[in-house]
Structures are given as structure tokens and as C-alpha cells.
């Protein structure tokens, strides 16, 4: 059966879980769809690329079928990372300078232009990975696996570098100033180029570190088709694909 592309009626996606190392990237509870979307997403990056290179460090050098799981995932996650970025950097920081009171503006711009050096550092680092991930694919070596392994736990640090800082600076200012309509308006036009497939794998690993309330919040705001895509087959090829990547099931 064709996988069905996911089409929300609500941009709510639920907040995911706190492991006990990332209750440090946060003080501030969300309390705006804005900040649980920025927050369910970094959720998901800091968990995947910490995971590929750990699993990649366990993987054979040399084994095709493997390398290329593991490969395809990183690019998977890199792409849904810079589309992110994208869109922080062209719609939602803007909103916020709008909206935010004039006489806080310049701090404000500061602290946007310090994200904006961080992710250029973090966006070539991604091109980085994908550079590594094409020379092990290549050269199926022990080396070139190292190297893949090393670009993706160097991006890891730095992504959960700069996540905890525009959770500490950046989101609050997003809940406190940034208006619903807004969003809805960033988020109605903004989306990311992925597959019908890739599509539900990504909806599975953002439901993946969600407490169960949560989960049925997000199926909720799916379609109709979408919520039948995901139960019939698309939790299915989730469940798979994790397995063939972590060797276990996900905590779904």
C-alpha cells in the first residue's frame, strides 16, 4: 500500500519527554504550540544524531546494506534540521522581532543574531556529515567510518549546544511574545520536502519521546487518511525501520 502524505489540521505536535540530561536544556515550560513545536524538534535531532554515531561507531566498516541504513538516516535528519533552521531564520525570529516591545528589540536582535552564527556553524557541519556519509558509502573503510562517526558526534554536541541555548533565551521570549495567529501562519507555509514515507518516519520519532496524552494530541490533529496511513501500515514501517537501525524496537 502507497504511503499517504501526512496532512495536519493543527500545528500542535506534543512535547516529548524529559530524559534526566536534558532537563538542564529547559526552565521554562511551553505553553504556546510555537515553543512545543521548536521543542518536540530538538528533541528528536539531539536524540538521532547522538544515536547514529553511536551506532555507527558498533557498525562494520564494510557492510553495504548497513552503512547505507545508517547514511540515509543522517541524511534524513539533516535535512528536516536545515529546513528548521529555514524556517526560524525566515519567518519565526522575524515574527518575533515584530512582536516583541520596541524598547526590547535590540536585545532581542542580539540574541537572534548570536543563534544565527551558531546554526551557520551547525549548517556546515551537516554538509560536513554528508560529506563523511558519502566517503564511507564509497570507500566502505574503517577509516571513512570514523570519520562519519566523529562528524556526527561533533554535530551532536554542537546541536545540543545551541538547542539548550534558544530553549534558555529564545523560546520564552517566542511564548511570551509571539502571537498564535502568527505560527499558524508560519506553519500553513512552511514544509519540508520529504517523501509520503519519510513523512510518517518522522511523525514517528516525534511521537516516539511523547507520553502517551500527547500521542493522541498529535493523531488527533492528523487527517482522517493520514491516522489510517499511520495505523495500518505507517506505525508498522516505523517500527521496522528503528529496528533495522538501533537493533531493538523504539519505546512507542
Known sequence: MAATAVRTRSVVIPVPRQAPDDVRLSQVAPTCRAVAYQRVLHQLVRRELRLLAELAGWAAADEVERTGALTRHADLIGRVLLHHHAVEREAVWPAL???????????????????????????????????????????????????????????????????????????????AHLQAGDWTAIARTSHCRLSAREQLLVLG??????????????????????????????ERSYRATVVRLRGEPPAL
Open 97 to 175: 522581532l515584530n512582536a516583541v516591545p520596541r524598547e526590547m528589540a535590540i536585545e532581542v536582535r542580539s540574541t537572534v543574531d548570536d543563534w544565527t552564527v551558531r546554526c551557520a556553524r551547525i549548517d556546515h557541519m551537516l554538509r560536513d556529515v554528508s560529506t563523511a556519509a558519502r566517503q564511507w558509502a564509497v570507500a566502505t573503510t574503517h577509516p571513512a567510518r570514523e570519520a562519519f562517526v566523529a562528524a556526527c558526534s561533533a554535530l551532536a554536541d554542537a546541536v545540543a549546544a545551541q538547542t539548550a541555548a534558544e530553549e534558555s533565551t529564545l523560546l520564552p521570549l517566542v511564548d
Open 205 to 234: 520519532l516525534a511521537l516516539e519521546d511523547s507520553p502517551a496524552d500527547d500521542r493522541a494530541r498529535l493523531l488527533d490533529g492528523l487527517s482522517r487518511s493520514t491516522r489510517a496511513a499511520w495505523r495500518l501500515h505507517g
